[in-house]
């Protein structure tokens, strides 16, 4: 198997963690607090600390915190060229024993800090670290979790909907009314089973996805406040100014000096 290339390593913790994802890379996650619904077509996870998951590029999945209490996700988006098949064909959820799971967690902070540090040759180290975890998951996948068959109605009306607004949301001109179009559904039913599936309006995702683009584009790529609206799907920076404090509780100027402040 060749080195897995490291895109992003994170630690995603709250309350409220939730939404619809699509990634265009392999994403790996630890559960090391709280408990989690984890759904994938007509299959529901019940997540808990302990289980690590490995998702395939370009599979929807949705996440709901199943209690209101303090969640935290060790999180490694990488890809490898070329594609191991063996990934691929690797059950998404496993149960991990506790001497597993140290190891995985200690294989992540080292990558972690590495991450940060950005010493030299830390790409190759991570992707050896990185090489690790597969293989303790790949040995452990007979450690299966169990699932929930669900009703999938219209499931695959919602990921083409999910994958039309990931592939198209930094054009202004998208409307709901296109994506209702590309879902093959009239505006009402279809908004009525996207948040049956995914417990959000179809706008409000396609929001939350334009304001962490814009993220992104403010911190990592020291964009302007304007030029991330624009790059993010908004016409005018005053409604991305109001849209990014409804969801980040904060203004864009006002988030960026915080993340500027925070310590690593």
Not at 8 to 31: A, M, P, Q, R, W
Not at 100 to 112: E, N, P, S
Not at 143 to 155: M, V
Not at 212 to 226: F, I, R, V, W
Request: a positive charge; glycine letters at 4%.
């Amino acid at each position: 198997m060749n080195l897995p290339m490291i895109k992003k390593i994170k630690i995603n913790e709250g309350k409220s963690l939730k939404g619809s994802f699509i990634d265009t890379e392999y994403v790996f996650h630890y559960i090391a607090a709280g408990k989690w619904n984890f759904r994938i077509d007509s299959k529901l996870y019940h997540i808990s600390p302990g289980n690590i998951l490995l998702i395939p590029p370009n599979i929807v999945h949705i996440v709901d915190p199943a209690y209101g209490e303090q969640l935290i996700m060790l999180v490694i988006h990488f890809n490898i060229i070329p594609v191991d098949r063996r990934i691929n064909y690797l059950p998404m959820v496993l149960e991990i024993p506790s001497e597993i799971q140290k190891k995985v967690t200690d294989k992540f902070y080292f990558m972690y800090r590495e991450w940060k540090d950005k010493k030299e040759a830390y790409e190759i180290i991570i992707s050896g670290a990185m090489t690790e975890i597969i293989g303790l998951y790949i040995r452990n996948s007979d450690n299966t979790t169990p699932f929930e068959n669900i009703s999938s109605t219209n499931w695959r009306n919602t990921e083409a909907a999910i994958q039309y607004m990931r592939k198209e949301f930094r054009s202004p001109e998208l409307t709901i009314t296109d994506v209702c179009r590309e879902a093959g559904l009239s505006y009402t039913y279809f908004s009525r089973i996207f948040k049956k599936h995914t417990s959000e309006t179809p706008l409000h995702y396609l929001n939350r996805i334009r304001i962490e683009h814009s993220k992104e584009c403010l911190y990592n790529k020291n964009m302007s406040c304007s030029l991330a609206a624009y790059d993010s799907g908004f016409r005018e920076l005053h409604t991305f100014s109001k849209t990014f404090k409804k969801y980040e509780k904060k203004s864009p100027t006002e988030w960026i000096k915080e993340m500027d402040s925070s310590p690593g």
